[in-house]
């Protein structure tokens, strides 16, 4: 379950100040020791290393983080500002990371339990939960707080150099945090300077992070606090669950966009793919979801298919250029992602691994996300390809509880795009998850093939164009309207051998049995048209509903829609709203149908041909065993 978006409030945090200060002022905490005597030698920073091994043995060390900090400069006993910021700063971690801890108690009833056992000791299996769930905690407050002076500790160009997390001991939060004090105090002392202090203190977060995220799943109870989303509005603060990299600048993009005028043909894709891109700009951040997934109409999950040129890639760079400007503009983060072939391991699980946490990328509620497969056929198997390694097989199971599992929710702030030349080799039940299809044919007409060469012939030249509009055909109202117009009838000849029959039979389509009668009859020429296929063309009648070009001037500035509160966008897109009709429908049952029959029609043909290239194989290979049985070579 994700519980969305939870703001941390001041009161919260202040009730857990005493408690904080105290830590950065003394605490004792008890670690193994390193060997390293906590004496300076005189007249140096150095402490004496034993020769004898201390291995396992334990003690108590008096931890005074304030007194350290001042240490770094020693001819002046006042704190500088940026030890001064440290220490600020990591109270406050502690008193945020304390009411962290708190809401995760509510969240899983751990302070129901601590009033139980507070009157009355635990037994059994209570007893062992109010362990499991302490222990729980505790690592989710040192997260928190290791997560916020990342955040807000701001690092120079010096680099650190030795530095190691701490000696954690989740027994309570507070034991948590007092070892993460403890750490902390141990990159301070022997810091020459302000900036290498600095440097020291954001590589101890890093390592700290670091160290926590590879223990988590020795802490049950996580659950929870997985998908947890807190703000801190005063600091800017934000932690989306384990997050590994909070507080972090995402790198800038590097791509070829793509521009709408760019491409040639393609016409319905390109619409929708425009369509699609605005969409995703309607998601409000504070609200955690879309007015299109509301209303109906958002595109979650796409596939693309086509031969190999005909303008898939192209159409990848045209989508992730219009969101990326549209997010510069708004100042949102987008996150663009795209999982191939070389994410594949032959380490059992770890392609599963690098797939889920490519989809988690994508996923992340605070930004505007795109994610691709490319070539889906060669990352993810059909299950029953005895010959596909097990990474394959991974990423399949991956992609599909993903796209439509028992745990998948749609906010509305990402879409998924899956594209490739042969849809018929990927797996029938994931092929299905993609609520559109998208035909990506390239140019087409003759007018398409005028205007992609002057296109790409560039303009370094005298050659009169002759008798043609250029790019008449390609303006995409026009276009998009003769498309569609096109899936009136179908166009692959199965489907049209079941479209023909309803009509012998009933005549015109004119009510909703018509057309329940029409999707019974596709299904009995198409076992693989299931129930999925009718919610997917469900969903695309509802996007064709929602079939309205949002106007562009709504996307030149962010206060004109996108950075407009929930309820307003939902009330202006609602305005442009139209209900669908009956050619609508049937436009986008052929459209999805003459897809399934196009992929069963390339499945068979290849099918044939391979039985066609094995016959040929055999009678040439029984023509040679005559010859070697003539010439006496067949039993040498």
């Given at each position: 379950?994700?519980?969305?978006?939870?703001?941390?409030?001041?009161?919260?945090?202040?009730?857990?100040?005493?408690a904080?200060?105290?830590?950065?002022?003394?605490?004792?905490?008890?670690?193994?020791?390193?060997?390293?005597?906590n004496?300076?030698?005189?007249?140096?920073?150095?402490?004496?290393?034993?020769?004898?091994?201390?291995?396992?043995?334990?003690?108590s060390?008096?931890?005074?983080?304030?007194?350290?900090?001042?240490?770094?400069?020693?001819?002046?006993?006042?704190?500088?500002?940026?030890?001064?910021?440290?220490?600020?700063?990591t109270?406050?971690?502690?008193?945020?990371?304390?009411?962290?801890?708190d809401?995760?108690?509510?969240?899983?009833?751990?302070?129901?339990?601590?009033?139980?056992?507070?009157?009355s000791?635990?037994e059994?299996?209570?007893?062992?939960?109010?362990?499991?769930?302490?222990?729980a905690?505790?690592?989710?407050s040192?997260?928190?707080?290791?997560?916020?002076?990342?955040?807000?500790?701001?690092?120079?160009s010096?680099?650190?150099?030795?530095?190691?997390?701490?000696?954690?001991?989740?027994?309570?939060?507070?034991?948590?945090?007092?070892?993460?004090?403890?750490g902390?105090e141990?990159?301070?002392?022997?810091?020459?300077?302000?900036?290498?202090?600095?440097?020291?203190?954001?590589?101890?977060?890093?390592?700290?992070?670091?160290?926590?995220?590879?223990?988590?799943?020795?802490?049950?109870?996580?659950?929870?606090?997985?998908?947890?989303?807190?703000?801190?509005?005063?600091?800017?603060?934000?932690?989306?669950?384990?997050?590994?990299?909070?507080?972090?600048?995402?790198?800038?993009?590097?791509?070829?966009?793509?521009?709408?005028?760019?491409?040639?043909?393609?016409?319905?894709?390109k619409?929708?793919?425009?369509?699609?891109?605005?969409m995703?700009?309607?998601?409000?951040?504070?609200?955690?979801?879309?007015?299109?997934?509301?209303?109906?109409?958002?595109?979650?999950?796409?596939i693309?298919d086509?031969?190999?040129?005909?303008?898939?890639?192209?159409?990848?760079?045209?989508?992730?250029?219009?969101?990326?400007?549209?997010?510069?503009?708004?100042?949102y983060?987008?996150?663009?992602e795209?999982?191939?072939?070389?994410?594949?391991?032959?380490?059992?699980?770890?392609?599963?691994?690098n797939?889920?946490?490519?989809?988690?990328?994508?996923?992340?509620?605070?930004?505007?996300?795109?994610?691709?497969?490319?070539?889906?056929?060669?990352?993810?198997?059909?299950?029953s390809?005895d010959?596909?390694?097990?990474?394959?097989?991974?990423?399949?199971?991956?992609?599909?509880?993903?796209?439509?599992?028992?745990?998948?929710?749609?906010?509305?702030?990402?879409?998924?795009?899956?594209?490739?030349?042969?849809?018929e080799?990927?797996?029938?039940?994931?092929?299905?998850?993609?609520?559109?299809?998208?035909?990506?044919?390239?140019?087409?007409?003759?007018?398409?093939?005028?205007?992609?060469?002057?296109?790409?012939?560039?303009?370094?030249?005298?050659?009169?164009?002759g008798?043609?509009?250029?790019?008449?055909?390609?303006?995409?109202?026009k276009?998009?309207?003769e498309?569609?117009?096109?899936?009136?009838?179908?166009?692959?000849?199965?489907?049209?051998?079941?479209?023909?029959?309803?009509?012998?039979?009933?005549?015109?389509?004119?009510?909703?049995?018509?057309?329940?009668?029409?999707l019974?009859?596709?299904?009995?020429?198409?076992?693989?048209?299931?129930?999925?296929?009718?919610?997917?063309?469900?969903?695309?009648?509802?996007m064709?509903?929602?079939?309205?070009?949002?106007?562009?001037?709504?996307?030149?500035?962010?206060?004109?829609?996108?950075?407009?509160?929930?309820?307003?966008?939902?009330d202006?897109i609602?305005?442009?709203?139209?209900?669908?009709?009956?050619?609508?429908?049937?436009?986008?049952?052929?459209?999805?149908?003459?897809?399934?029959?196009?992929?069963?029609?390339k499945?068979?043909?290849?099918?044939?041909?391979?039985?066609?290239?094995?016959?040929?194989?055999?009678?040439?290979?029984?023509?040679?065993?005559?010859?070697?049985?003539?010439?006496?070579?067949?039993?040498?």
């Amino acid at each position: 379950m994700d519980i969305g978006l939870t703001t941390l409030n001041e009161d919260d945090i202040k009730k857990h100040i005493s408690a904080a200060q105290s830590l950065v002022t003394q605490c004792v905490v008890l670690e193994a020791s390193k060997g390293k005597s906590n004496t300076e030698l005189a007249g140096t920073r150095r402490r004496f290393v034993s020769t004898v091994s201390t291995a396992g043995v334990r003690s108590s060390r008096k931890v005074e983080l304030e007194k350290s900090l001042s240490s770094v400069t020693e001819e002046d006993r006042l704190l500088t500002p940026v030890q001064h910021n440290i220490l600020f700063k990591t109270r406050r971690a502690i008193s945020v990371a304390l009411a962290v801890a708190d809401l995760f108690a509510r969240q899983t009833g751990l302070d129901a339990l601590r009033q139980r056992n507070a009157s009355s000791m635990l037994e059994g299996e209570k007893a062992e939960q109010f362990r499991a769930l302490t222990e729980a905690s505790s690592y989710v407050s040192a997260f928190s707080a290791g997560a916020y002076l990342k955040q807000m500790i701001e690092a120079g160009s010096e680099t650190a150099s030795e530095v190691e997390p701490p000696n954690w001991n989740f027994d309570t939060p507070l034991d948590g945090l007092k070892t993460l004090v403890a750490g902390l105090e141990s990159v301070v002392i022997d810091a020459p300077d302000d900036a290498v202090l600095s440097a020291r203190v954001r590589a101890f977060c890093d390592e700290a992070l670091e160290d926590l995220l590879s223990r988590k799943n020795r802490f049950t109870g996580l659950g929870e606090f997985e998908q947890t989303h807190i703000r801190l509005d005063s600091d800017g603060f934000e932690l989306n669950g384990f997050d590994v990299a909070p507080g972090t600048k995402s790198k800038p993009l590097v791509m070829t966009f793509k521009k709408p005028n760019e491409i040639i043909g393609n016409h319905i894709a390109k619409y929708q793919a425009m369509k699609l891109a605005k969409m995703l700009m309607a998601y409000d951040f504070d609200r955690q979801m879309n007015p299109f997934v509301e209303m109906g109409g958002f595109l979650f999950t796409f596939i693309g298919d086509g031969a190999p040129g005909t303008g898939k890639t192209i159409l990848i760079q045209m989508i992730a250029g219009i969101v990326y400007d549209y997010c510069q503009i708004a100042g949102y983060g987008f996150t663009y992602e795209n999982f191939g072939v070389d994410q594949i391991s032959s380490y059992q699980g770890k392609s599963g691994q690098n797939c889920k946490q490519f989809v988690t990328n994508v996923l992340n509620t605070r930004t505007i996300g795109f994610g691709t497969v490319d070539d889906i056929d060669q990352v993810a198997a059909k299950r029953s390809d005895d010959r596909a390694s097990a990474g394959q097989q991974e990423v399949t199971a991956v992609l599909m509880e993903s796209f439509a599992g028992a745990s998948t929710v749609v906010r509305g702030n990402c879409s998924f795009g899956m594209f490739s030349n042969y849809p018929e080799n990927v797996d029938d039940a994931l092929r299905q998850r993609a609520g559109a299809r998208w035909l990506v044919d390239g140019p087409q007409t003759r007018a398409d093939y005028i205007d992609i060469f002057v296109l790409l012939a560039g303009k370094n030249h005298r050659i009169d164009l002759g008798e043609h509009k250029l790019f008449d055909a390609q303006i995409i109202e026009k276009a998009v309207s003769e498309a569609y117009e096109d899936y009136s009838k179908p166009q692959e000849d199965g489907l049209e051998d079941v479209y023909d029959h309803f009509m012998d039979k009933h005549g015109k389509f004119k009510t909703m049995a018509d057309i329940g009668t029409y999707l019974y009859m596709i299904k009995k020429a198409e076992p693989r048209f299931t129930g999925r296929a009718i919610k997917n063309i469900t969903d695309a009648i509802k996007m064709r509903a929602m079939d309205i070009d949002l106007p562009d001037e709504w996307f030149e500035k962010p206060e004109d829609f996108m950075h407009k509160p929930f309820d307003e966008k939902k009330d202006m897109i609602a305005e442009l709203r139209n209900p669908f009709s009956i050619e609508m429908v049937m436009q986008e049952i052929n459209r999805y149908a003459d897809s399934e029959f196009r992929y069963t029609d390339k499945s068979d043909n290849a099918a044939v041909e391979e039985i066609i290239r094995r016959e040929r194989q055999r009678e040439k290979a029984i023509k040679i065993m005559g010859e070697m049985k003539k010439d006496g070579r067949w039993g040498a």
